[in-house]
């Protein structure tokens, strides 16, 4: 007889979601989990929750609104002298935030009765799991089912190897001290440009390497073209085309060397983040010896229903093909759960938003309009500036526009995308739509309250037949 119906390995987004569905659906249910928090306590919630996505977004809110007081405030008649910002006491509210969501993840463990076991997760089977405690300790347990959520780990470049003090990877970058006078970022993917756009707000002077000729390249080219204009306008100053060749630390400093267009650039700074990607966290979980897939980039190898090669053991979130977002890890991690309890899961990777959290924001879902044409797609257009909308320009927050593309045929709507204040929150009617296979013209009939930022939307829907009502 196994001990649970489901054992789930990770507690992250995935993870823990995961177990809480398989919970309410009646299923006996554990969870492995081997973060710990500095006081050696285990927590849930993942990279995510800990490191990554939250504590994130509660510096980039600290540091907007301190940006928006010393910069922007005198152009709405608020005078400040001489702001000052307190980095310890934001850092600190930053852990707080941390603390609250994942004391609220425990008490979602506790109200629904899922059993954690503290330590790291490896398969001896497809029915067993050892975990092993961070005192060697080591406890089998057995399982009907079993899913995998562990998750990613920040990739490593050889010519900047991380030392947690001059060169940091993204868990150091949400922990400074004090503002560097010059920052160095390597990678302009999300992780870079809003840590970047953390630290310079407060001060550092930033410079963004990134080895890659294209900017944004998975966004829309008209989105990513706009928002590097923007945030070149901020101050980031982003080099394209630049492949470091060499890094090295001398008396505090760090000093790297990077080729660009057949020319040899010299930089120095007091703090380097190097944010070039994450990669599947799949060593630790015994695949080799239980015959589990995995392919030459580390991801395990499963169906469109996240089943592995193994009977009964499914895989979600990082950990396999797709994109790296925790709301996909989420679903997955729902759809897995419905699928043991003998339901029907449905998830489409298609519907999945995506979003950039500098300011102005960066969102979309669907394809760009590149990918379209080159997949010969009959195509229309349309686009709204923020500018022309009531709303924004009374929040003065005007720089950025939605991209609305239909078919030209059916008039579906095939994808949107925002470069735009509250770009995240407004992607999400976009979403719906799609998922609802809505038309263009569905989205254009639909009332729009005004004045609110979601006019830009009405309007880009109206610019796909080529009747807007504001421009």
Same mark, same amino acid.
């Given at each position: 007889? =196994?001990?649970?119906?489901?054992?789930?390995?990770?507690?992250?987004?995935?993870?823990?979601?995961?177990?809480?569905?398989?919970?309410?659906?009646?299923?006996?249910?554990?969870?492995?989990?081997?973060?710990?928090?500095?006081?050696?306590?285990?927590?849930?919630?993942?990279?995510?929750?800990?490191?990554?996505?939250?504590?994130?977004?509660?510096?980039?809110?600290?540091?907007?609104?301190?940006?928006?007081?010393?910069?922007?405030?005198?152009?709405?008649?608020?005078?400040? !002298?001489?702001?000052?910002?307190?980095?310890?006491?934001?850092?600190?509210?930053?852990?707080?935030?941390?603390?609250?969501?994942?004391?609220?993840?425990?008490?979602?463990?506790?109200?629904?009765?899922?059993?954690?076991?503290?330590?790291?997760?490896?398969?001896?089977?497809?029915?067993?799991?050892?975990?092993?405690?961070?005192?060697?300790?080591?406890?089998?347990?057995?399982?009907?089912?079993?899913?995998?959520?562990?998750?990613?780990?920040?990739?490593?470049?050889?010519?900047?190897?991380?030392?947690?003090?001059?060169?940091?990877?993204?868990?150091?970058?949400?922990?400074?001290? $004090?503002?560097?006078?010059?920052?160095?970022?390597?990678?302009?993917?999300?992780?870079?440009?809003?840590?970047? =756009?953390?630290?310079?707000?407060?001060?550092?002077?930033?410079?963004?390497? $990134?080895?890659?000729? &294209?900017?944004?390249?998975?966004?829309?080219?008209?989105?990513?073209?706009?928002?590097?204009? !923007?945030?070149?306008?901020?101050?980031?100053?982003?080099?394209?085309?630049?492949?470091?060749?060499?890094?090295?630390?001398?008396?505090?400093?760090?000093?790297?060397?990077?080729?660009? !267009?057949? &020319?040899?650039?010299?930089?120095?700074?007091?703090?380097?983040?190097?944010?070039?990607?994450?990669?599947?966290?799949?060593?630790?979980?015994?695949?080799?010896?239980?015959?589990? !897939?995995?392919?030459?980039?580390?991801?395990?190898?499963?169906?469109?229903?996240?089943?592995?090669?193994?009977? %009964?053991?499914?895989?979600?979130?990082?950990?396999?093909?797709?994109?790296?977002?925790?709301?996909?890890?989420?679903? $997955?991690?729902?759809?897995?759960?419905?699928?043991?309890?003998?339901?029907?899961?449905?998830?489409?990777?298609?519907?999945?938003?995506?979003?950039?959290?500098? /300011?102005?924001?960066?969102? /979309?879902?669907?394809?760009?309009?590149?990918?379209?044409?080159?997949?010969?797609?009959?195509?229309?257009?349309? %686009?709204?500036?923020?500018?022309?909308?009531?709303?924004?320009?009374?929040?003065? $927050?005007?720089?950025?526009?939605?991209?609305?593309?239909?078919?030209?045929?059916?008039?579906?709507?095939? =994808?949107?995308?925002?470069?735009?204040?509250?770009? =995240?929150?407004?992607?999400?009617?976009?979403?719906?739509?799609?998922?609802? &296979?809505?038309?263009? &013209?569905?989205?254009?009939?639909?009332?729009?309250?005004?004045?609110?930022?979601?006019?830009?939307?009405?309007?880009?829907?109206?610019?796909?037949?080529?009747?807007?009502?504001?421009?």
């Amino acid at each position: 007889m =196994s001990d649970y119906d489901v054992i789930v390995i990770g507690g992250g987004p995935g993870g823990y979601v995961a177990a809480i569905r398989c919970a309410q659906l009646g299923l006996k249910t554990a969870c492995v989990e081997t973060w710990q928090d500095r006081k050696g306590k285990t927590v849930l919630g993942g990279t995510c929750l800990n490191v990554g996505c939250i504590p994130s977004k509660a510096l980039l809110d600290s540091s907007h609104h301190f940006e928006n007081i010393t910069k922007h405030s005198s152009e709405h008649g608020i005078s400040v !002298e001489n702001a000052t910002i307190d980095i310890r006491k934001m850092i600190t509210r930053k852990d707080k935030v941390v603390k609250i969501l994942t004391m609220g993840v425990a008490g979602l463990f506790k109200k629904h009765n899922i059993t954690l076991l503290e330590g790291i997760g490896s398969l001896r089977s497809n029915s067993e799991v050892e975990v092993t405690s961070a005192e060697d300790e080591k406890l089998i347990v057995s399982a009907k089912n079993i899913i995998i959520a562990t998750g990613s780990i920040p990739s490593t470049l050889p010519p900047a190897p991380v030392d947690h003090d001059c060169i940091v990877d993204s868990t150091g970058a949400l922990a400074f001290d $004090e503002v560097p006078e010059r920052l160095g970022v390597i990678g302009a993917g999300v992780i870079g440009l809003e840590l970047g =756009s953390v630290w310079r707000r407060l001060g550092s002077e930033v410079t963004v390497i $990134e080895a890659m000729n &294209e900017f944004m390249p998975a966004a829309d080219k008209d989105i990513a073209d706009a928002a590097k204009k !923007e945030l070149n306008k901020q101050g980031l100053d982003i080099q394209l085309g630049a492949k470091m060749t060499s890094c090295t630390t001398v008396n505090g400093k760090v000093k790297i060397q990077y080729q660009q !267009e057949n &020319e040899s650039n010299d930089l120095e700074v007091d703090k380097l983040i190097v944010a070039i990607g994450r990669q599947p966290n799949t060593q630790g979980l015994n695949a080799e010896h239980v015959g589990l !897939e995995i392919d030459e980039r580390g991801f395990i190898e499963t169906d469109s229903q996240c089943r592995t090669n193994l009977e %009964n053991v499914y895989a979600i979130g990082d950990v396999i093909k797709g994109p790296m977002l925790a709301h996909k890890a989420m679903e $997955e991690g729902v759809a897995v759960a419905e699928l043991i309890d003998g339901q029907q899961a449905d998830f489409s990777h298609d519907n999945i938003p995506w979003v950039v959290y500098t /300011w102005p924001e960066i969102a /979309w879902v669907g394809k760009t309009e590149q990918q379209l044409n080159d997949e010969g797609r009959n195509i229309r257009v349309g %686009n709204f500036p923020f500018i022309a909308t009531g709303r924004a320009r009374a929040m003065n $927050e005007t720089t950025g526009m939605i991209k609305m593309i239909g078919d030209a045929d059916t008039d579906e709507l095939l =994808s949107v995308h925002i470069f735009g204040p509250n770009a =995240s929150e407004l992607i999400s009617e976009a979403v719906l739509a799609k998922s609802f &296979e809505a038309s263009t &013209e569905d989205i254009a009939r639909t009332i729009h309250a005004h004045p609110t930022l979601s006019e830009a939307m009405h309007e880009a829907a109206l610019s796909v037949d080529g009747r807007t009502l504001h421009m």
